[in-house]
């Protein structure tokens, strides 16, 4: 589907930038619909370390993470 094609262009473009925080967001809101909780966390994980702050607040409203709000690792890493 839609989010699984999503994913594989994150591959793409990370491949060419690992660093590049926008990509890891959005590649962790895809793998969060598509309920790989541990790949989208390492994903979030990885774009709060290289975008910061501002990652952990739009995690926290956007409705591709609202699978896991309730998850306490997922609240401990964007600080709910």
Same mark, same amino acid.
């Given at each position: 589907g839609?989010?699984?094609e999503a994913v594989k262009s994150f591959e793409k473009t990370l491949e060419l930038n690992p660093a590049n925080p926008w990509a890891l967001f959005w590649?962790? $809101?895809c793998?969060?619909?598509l309920k790989k909780k541990a790949?989208?966390?390492a994903a979030l994980e990885k774009a709060i370390q290289w975008g910061g702050?501002?990652?952990k607040m739009e995690a926290q409203k956007d $409705?591709?993470?609202n699978s896991l709000w309730n998850d306490?690792?997922?609240k401990k890493m964007v600080g709910l």
């Open positions: 839609f989010h699984s590649q962790s $809101g793998l969060a619909r790949e989208a966390l702050d501002f990652y $409705g591709a993470f306490q690792d997922f």
